[in-house]
């Protein structure tokens, strides 16, 4: 059980497009999401916290225009890069915290998107 | 600052051998979760600890929490060469947010 799905696992693209990202918590519902990046041999670095129904917040020194973030439903919230850069090329990682009562595990973590921006 | 450091960043050691990776934090969290990374994978999650003198013991790794120190350990008893990965220590950013502030990261190499 509490299994995160996210999608593309991997995507290349040229400098200029926008990148979408799904995170889907397949077997529970999920108030809240948290995405993170990582670049190579680094530690995961929050992004920002993704509410359902209600605006994300960032973390400070992410750009919000840049990073678009959308919980549309419990069990689904999106991240866009818009307009990527080479500098954007990263591992993406989503977590969901199950709603409701609490769970041994506060969050569950996907497995990750590699974007690699050319 | 919020921080969590590791130590060591980098650990290679003989299978057979004992060792141990440290966590130091600032944050005021009194919970703290490691997990594992292998080469292009997400995370693996290894221990949920929820209070001041949790231990929590899983094969060859003991993890304990001491929240007054604000250390956390991982001990790695007879390292074999499945263990080799990058071992994440994390904590909430503040009591009760669930948002991670993740350690450095020690990269484990178990040689054979």
């Known amino acids: 059980g509490a299994v995160v799905s996210q999608h593309p696992s991997w995507v290349i693209c040229k400098s200029g497009t926008s990148v979408k990202i799904e995170c889907r918590s397949l077997d529970f519902q999920a108030t809240t999401m948290f995405w993170y990046r990582q670049f190579p041999k680094q530690s995961l670095m929050l992004m920002a916290t993704?509410?359902?129904?209600?605006?994300?917040?960032?973390e400070q020194g992410v750009e919000k225009d840049k990073f678009l973030i959308n919980h549309a439903s419990l069990t689904l919230s999106t991240l866009t890069v818009t307009s990527a850069h080479p500098e954007d090329s990263s591992f993406y990682i989503c977590s969901a915290r199950p709603s409701g009562k609490v769970t041994k595990q506060p969050q569950h973590f996907g497995d990750g998107t590699r974007l690699s921006i050319l | 600052e919020l921080k969590v450091e590791q130590n060591p960043l980098f650990l290679s050691m003989q299978e057979g051998k004992n060792y141990t990776i440290y966590c130091n934090y600032s944050?005021?969290?009194?919970?703290l979760y490691w997990y594992r990374q292998d080469p292009g994978k997400s995370l693996e999650s290894l221990f949920v600890?929820?209070?001041?003198?949790a231990v929590k013991q899983e094969g060859r790794l003991m993890a304990s929490l001491d929240t007054k120190a604000r250390l956390s350990t991982l001990h790695i008893t007879a390292a074999v060469h499945d263990l080799s990965a990058t071992y994440f220590c994390a904590v909430d950013m503040a009591s009760g947010t669930y948002k991670y502030i993740f350690g450095t990261g020690t990269r484990l190499k178990v040689l054979a």
């Open positions: 944050t005021t969290s009194d919970r």
């Open positions: 993704s509410n359902e129904g209600s605006k994300a917040t960032y």
């Open positions: 600890l929820l209070s001041n003198g």
